[in-house]
């Protein structure tokens, strides 16, 4: 109870600062320009008197004096007017910037306690059917096919893992303006068409196919370039109903070399298709997902694709789904 009084909202904080401010400086404005109406009249009142009792049948607004206290009384409105409303422009652009990098501060927050929430069970969970696997093989005697069929299960458990870490250390890599990676000429055919072999054994038992052209090559590291596409199958599995079809594709023309995968699952809405690579997002919250996941994959997809000086775009899939396609310059095979 004493926490939630004393750890207030952030934002309500910062609206009734930034409301108190505010009234405040166009409270002292007023008073500033109640106080320069005043001085003026006074003045005026007093110029009168003393006018009158130096020329009785003259009209004082008529005089030199009267319309050089008037002209002095405008000079000082207009500069209370003008510094009064710069002052108030600046401090509302500049609450309003506070507020953005506060809100993108908030932001970043809740994204990475959302990873430690998605982290950690993206660890456990494999951790503990590895776990389970084994003791079922060390305690019991099972027939040659359920053997299999654990051994199997794990395998797939045992990659899963292999890959999260991979993307939490590419994550921190790229981080750099010069993450380190390599530019060995490889051949990105055979990598892709190992990677498609390891999916079509996934537990969803979504049929993955492969379109994929043999022997091109690319200068890329070759690591990277296999996060790359696990990171794009993983996505493309994880959002599709089971008993669907994924299609890795791997092509060239003159000038470059081109991944598609695509897939027919949920679909990403027109509003998302940028904001999907962003480091840690993944729509929805961490409490409530279903689908598994840390918010790297595709961040680390495209921060390979802009390191390799290559394009990456997501389309609609019809009738439903996404289509990932991504192109690098290629290089023609020895």
Same mark, same amino acid.
């Given at each position: 109870m004493l926490r939630k009084i004393f750890s207030p909202d952030p934002f309500k904080v910062f609206y009734l600062v930034f409301t108190y401010i505010l009234a405040f400086s166009l409270w002292w404005a007023y008073l500033?320009?109640?106080? $320069?109406e005043t001085a003026y009249k006074e003045k005026i009142e007093l110029n009168r008197i003393a006018y009158h009792q130096l020329h009785p049948a003259t009209d004082y607004d008529a005089s &030199? !004096?009267?319309? &050089?206290? #008037?002209? *002095?009384? #405008?000079r000082q409105r207009f500069m209370i007017l003008g510094e %009064? %409303?710069?002052f108030i422009f600046l401090l509302l652009l500049g609450l309003l910037a506070v507020r953005r990098v506060f809100s993108k501060e908030m932001q970043l927050a809740r994204q990475q306690h959302n990873f430690l929430l998605s982290i950690t069970h993206e660890l456990r969970s494999p951790l503990a059917s590895v776990k389970l696997s084994l003791q079922t093989l060390s305690l019991r005697k099972l027939d040659a096919e359920k053997s299999e069929r654990l051994i199997s299960n794990s395998l797939i458990d045992i990659d899963r893992l292999e890959s999260l870490v991979n993307n939490i250390l590419f994550a921190a890599k790229i981080e750099h303006? /010069?993450?380190g990676f390599s530019n060995e000429e490889i051949n990105v055919s /055979?990598? &892709?068409?190992?990677i498609v072999e390891r999916f079509a054994?996934? *537990?969803?038992a979504i049929q993955v196919i492969d379109k994929v052209k043999p !022997?091109?090559?690319? $200068?890329? !590291?070759p690591i990277g370039f296999s996060s790359v596409v696990i990171n794009l199958v993983e996505n493309a599995i994880k959002y599709s109903e089971a008993s669907t079809t994924i299609s890795v594709s791997l092509a060239d023309d003159n000038s470059r070399v081109y991944l598609i995968v695509a897939d027919n699952g949920i679909g990403i809405a027109d509003a998302e298709k940028e904001r999907v690579f962003g480091k840690f997002y993944r729509v929805g919250n961490e409490n409530t997902r279903k689908t598994k996941g840390t918010g790297l994959g595709l961040y680390i997809v495209k921060r390979f694709v802009e390191i390799y000086k290559g394009e990456i775009s997501i389309t609609d899939n019809k009738p439903a789904g996404s289509v990932f396609k991504l192109s690098f310059p290629r290089i023609l095979a020895k």
């Open positions: 500033l320009y109640a106080k $320069n &030199t !004096d009267f319309i &050089t206290v #008037s002209a *002095k009384y #405008s %009064g %409303g710069v303006d /010069e993450p /055979e990598i &892709t068409q190992l054994r996934n *537990k969803k !022997d091109l090559y690319l $200068n890329v !590291d």
